[in-house]
């Protein structure tokens, strides 16, 4: 964008809860199930059936409140937001509107010049989903169908102030968002399966200026790099209808993200909003409240510090390793066994972490528990074993329960520590490439490279490498 303008963005964010239930039924809460499978006739609002609601619903939603610096509100109320569409045939949503759960959160997001920026959260809502249109064609007949397995699921609805000023920040904005989410376990923010959606208020202004100007709302988007594309598009969408001399007018937008743009859609009917009178009021005691923030698990920040007073991380090390919960858990896991912290803490960013990725595996699930990788990790510290051989045994650990004790054993990686069987391939490789040895004593750095690099190969990668080193400094000089 030029430097004349800012942006001022917002978003609202719809995040389904993990509980085991819907928010007002006993129906499981798994819309990816078969379609209409998980349904009755309060969440087919069948007319006659009372609401009744979900108090895991109510612990979870706290749970995201609380890790959101949010202000609980000891009362809060559902109201009927009135409107009708094909996936909410009964008329209305349960939402609440006049009374939210919670109120004036915030996140400190950081930027990659290391600046903190606070962003302000206005409130955290409680509703239920609506069902999912599939629109097929039977024939030459386009058809809609009903899927009501999502109609009634818990959600929290959470709105920003707008203090986001570009998409980086809001990107920025919903990757901490999702972690801290995530760590307090009331929802996997996965928004390849849905689990988290997100809307975007964007305006422009004179740069320096307080003046809030009409937004463009973007809706509904399902990543969060078609967030970041899909404002920057719209910033310059507005840019450029301010420049011909017309004016941004209020509506509603959506992100094409085969197309990269964003496009009108037609205005939605905004209805009334009114307290319902079917589901009663939550009131929350300062004792039951005091016991969800007890209960909280630590957020990753407050985590990564301690990551780095307690195991003596680095900055980078701690943020890498407190990043993800079952990451988290995982390194602490293997950094109880008595390993080094910061060689835990290497090997799994460096391997551990890409293995998975490799193998689209969770921590909890990637094949090597922590106690077969700390004992991995201690063969490697007690030099038993040198890096090369104990990338592969990580390997082989996945495929298999042996103890890296035993893998060492059946395949031979055990290093080659004997002084006279390294002198001895030494001797050889020396030998072997007297031109080497020669560019070396001119002062050619990296024939030492290369002179090692034979020697390692001679040993069958298994030589310690720092005894290889100190032979090989000996005997050339
Ligand atoms: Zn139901
Ligand atoms: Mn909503």
């Not at 570009?166 to 009331?186: D, H, I, K, N, V």
């Not at 399902?222 to 594309?229: L, P, T």
């Not at 006279?420 to 490279?449: D, Q, Y």
Request: overall charge neutral; hydrophobic content about 35%; some cysteine.
């Amino acid at each position: 964008m030029s430097t004349a303008y800012e942006a001022v963005i917002g978003l609202e964010i719809h995040v389904q809860l993990n509980c085991r239930t819907k928010m007002f039924c006993r129906c499981p809460n798994r819309p990816g199930d078969e379609p209409n499978r998980n349904t009755c006739p309060i969440c087919l609002w069948l007319p006659g059936n009372l609401p009744l609601f979900s108090r895991e619903a109510l612990e979870k939603a706290t749970c995201a409140c609380l890790s959101l610096n949010c202000e609980v509100q000891r009362e809060s109320a559902f109201d009927q937001k009135v409107y009708y569409y094909p996936d909410l045939p009964k008329g209305f949503q349960l939402s609440q509107f006049h009374h939210p759960l919670a109120k004036n959160g915030w996140l400190d997001i950081t930027d990659a010049d290391g600046l903190s920026t606070r962003i302000r959260i206005q409130k955290i809502h409680m509703e239920e989903d609506v069902a999912r249109l599939v629109h097929e064609q039977e024939g030459k007949t386009p058809v809609s169908l009903v899927d009501f397995n999502r109609a009634g699921a818990p959600l929290v609805e959470i709105v920003t102030q707008p203090d986001l000023r570009s998409p980086q920040q809001a990107m920025e904005f919903l990757r901490y968002l999702r972690t801290r989410l995530r760590y307090s376990g009331s929802s996997e923010c996965s928004m390849e399966q849905g689990t988290m959606r997100v809307d975007a208020n964007v305006s422009i202004r004179p740069r320096g200026s307080d003046r809030m100007n009409t937004k463009v709302e973007i809706k509904n988007m399902n990543s969060i790099r078609h967030v970041g594309d899909a404002i920057a598009y719209e910033i310059a969408r507005q840019e450029n209808t301010l420049h011909v001399g017309e004016e941004v007018v209020l509506h509603t937008r959506l992100w094409d993200p085969e197309k990269r743009i964003t496009t009108a859609m037609r205005g939605k009917f905004e209805g009334p909003c009114v307290p319902d009178p079917s589901v009663p009021r939550i009131v929350i005691d300062d004792e039951w409240l005091e016991e969800m923030r007890r209960n909280l698990p630590e957020m990753p920040d407050r985590k990564a510090g301690r990551f780095a007073s307690q195991y003596g991380l680095t900055a980078e090390e701690a943020a890498l390793m407190s990043s993800e919960r079952d990451v988290s858990e995982y390194f602490e896991a293997v950094a109880k066994r008595g390993v080094s912290a910061r060689l835990a803490a290497q090997w799994i960013a460096g391997q551990v972490l890409p293995l998975m990725k490799e193998h689209n595996d969770a921590p909890a699930q990637n094949g090597v528990d922590p106690e077969r990788f700390a004992d991995l990790l201690l063969l490697l510290e007690r030099e038993e074993i040198n890096a090369n051989a104990a990338k592969e045994v990580l390997k082989k650990l996945r495929e298999s329960s042996a103890s890296p004790g035993e893998i060492v054993a059946e395949f031979g990686y055990r290093q080659v520590s004997g002084a006279a069987e390294l002198e001895a391939i030494v001797e050889r490789v020396l030998a072997e490439n007297p031109s080497a040895v020669e560019n070396f004593r001119k002062g050619i750095s990296k024939a030492m490279g290369f002179l090692m690099g034979k020697a390692m190969q001679a040993s069958g990668g298994k030589a310690n490498p720092r005894l290889l080193k100190e032979i090989m400094d000996r005997k050339i000089r």
